[in-house]
């Protein structure tokens, strides 16, 4: 059986490090591992719009932006393809025959429907379409023949119930789907990495980010706004770890020889917490590390989105060629979907002669 990967994202905005340490960084050591037969990387923008539908304009001029900072991460064309979802009209089909087999309770509880739902005030008037994203999503997956779907924690409720629909499909109408599995990030600090409030994950919504594309003065300006421990007042006072989101940034994104480079004082990670925890290490000098450690990440994924900037219809026929490439991956299994179900009715010659039998005698 191939190995297919199907992940994505929605263009509602630029891409943040968020984005980058829960999905994308893996994406690209998964698009260089050789172990995948291929790699679908989608841009949303038909789920973006159920919940931007009068502002189409966001989502259009997000595209460009997703698609530069996929390649300014180290997405490889020649290696994965990149996709626009509503470029892919197969898609909608495969979504509107999955409806028959999920029940509108089961939507109702959708952990991460729920939780969105909750986020955007939906309580009263939930769009359709909004509704149905995990249907949606289902079809995104099998579409691709999808057997890997990397995505953060937040997304297991949609994967499980993508595999509850194949199930269902399978069981019904004849095996013509294949079962996702997801696969989490496998640093735990990157499962749900919070905005620099520490209130929440980071999120475009709530404007918390730090995003791939902003100039080393504003990625440094934020991280020095950074929520710490609000009882560590002076210098000398212990600090508290848990929910000090600039250790959770140096969980993500620090390694050893970040220590060697930019603060030699400590050996790792864990000499430096254990100072902080005790009293005597300022969240100045912690943030000035973390900034010298993201500069380091950050700055060669600003340069490589530089250089692509400077050709942008070349990243246009990257994701035309996708698209294509895409579509037709789409239309084969939509064939293997109508077949199983017997929509195929022009391509069915045993039901055209049983019926020419019938009624011709």
Request: aromatic share 8%.
């Amino acid at each position: 059986m191939s190995k297919i990967i199907l992940t994505g994202d929605r263009p509602t905005g630029r891409l943040h490090v968020g984005h980058y340490v829960g999905s994308l960084k893996r994406r690209v050591e998964l698009q260089n591992s050789g172990e995948y037969d291929k790699i679908y990387i989608m841009i949303a923008d038909a789920q973006a719009l159920t919940d931007n539908a009068d502002n189409p304009e966001k989502v259009r001029e997000n595209i460009i932006e997703v698609a530069l900072d996929y390649l300014a991460c180290g997405i490889d064309p020649e290696k994965s393809t990149i996709l626009i979802q509503s470029q892919i009209p197969e898609l909608t089909e495969l979504s509107f025959y999955y409806m028959n087999l999920v029940t509108v309770s089961r939507l109702q509880r959708n952990p991460t429907v729920k939780s969105e739902i909750k986020m955007r005030n939906f309580e009263a008037s939930i769009p359709v379409g909004f509704f149905t994203y995990p249907i949606s999503q289902a079809a995104d997956i099998t579409a691709f023949q999808a057997t890997t779907v990397p995505a953060g924690e937040d997304q297991m409720p949609m994967l499980e119930q993508t595999k509850e629909i194949v199930h269902k499909f399978n069981s019904v109408y004849g095996e013509a789907l294949t079962e996702p599995n997801i696969l989490l990030p496998d640093n735990e600090a990157c499962l749900r990495l919070p905005g620099i409030d520490g209130k929440a994950k980071m999120s475009k919504s709530l404007g918390n980010c730090i995003y791939l594309a902003e100039e080393p003065d504003e990625v440094k300006k934020k991280i020095m706004s950074m929520y710490t421990d609000p009882d560590h007042i002076k210098i000398t006072d212990p600090g508290k770890l848990e929910g000090n989101t600039v250790f959770t940034y140096l969980d993500a994104f620090s390694k050893p020889e970040h220590f060697e480079r930019y603060l030699p004082e400590y050996a790792n990670l864990d000499e430096l917490k254990e100072h902080y925890t005790r009293g005597g290490l300022g969240d100045v000098k912690v943030k000035k590390f973390l900034n010298n450690v993201m500069q380091e990440e950050l700055e060669p994924i600003r340069n490589r989105r530089h250089e692509y900037e400077k050709d942008i219809a070349y990243v246009y026929d990257i994701l035309k060629k996708g698209s294509e490439e895409a579509e037709a991956v789409a239309a084969q299994t939509l064939t293997a979907v109508k077949n199983a179900m017997k929509i195929n009715y022009f391509e069915d010659k045993e039901l055209i002669a049983k019926h020419i039998a019938k009624y011709q005698k």
